[in-house]
């Protein structure tokens, strides 16, 4: 069975920055397009970035100069750099692998920014 396990939330002002974890089992991550999403209390699943699997990235536009996706293959963990954090960003963190037309998610990590 697949897993993903997210870490590295927390609280943190405005301004600050965090690094997002998540390690894969039973898959490579490195074979694949891997995403991260967000979802804020009240509003829907949001797309953040991904990567491919030949190390391209996209970011959606209020992330773009702030957020830095990567990967290590070595260790079989995606990383998402956060800097200059807003209180926007505030919400729950997941990464995210659609493999063999299966959606597989992790548990999710808080992030939670204050003004």
């Known amino acids: 069975q697949v897993q993903l396990v997210e870490s590295g939330g927390g609280l943190v002002q405005a301004g600050g920055s965090l690094r997002l974890s998540c390690a894969a089992s039973?898959?490579?991550?490195?074979?694949?397009?891997v995403n991260w999403y967000r979802q804020g209390t009240g509003k829907e699943r949001e797309l953040v970035a991904f990567?491919?699997?030949?190390?391209?990235?996209w970011y959606t536009d209020s992330v773009k100069g702030r957020f830095t996706i990567s990967r290590d293959n070595a260790k079989n963990t995606m990383y998402l750099q956060m800097n200059s954090l807003k209180p926007e960003d505030t919400a729950v963190y997941y990464c995210?692998?659609?493999?063999?037309?299966?959606?597989?998610w992790g548990q999710g990590t808080q992030v939670t920014v204050s003004s």
């Open positions: 995210n692998i659609n493999w063999n037309s299966n959606n597989y």
């Open positions: 039973r898959i490579r991550l490195d074979f694949y397009r």
């Open positions: 990567i491919m699997s030949g190390g391209g990235t």
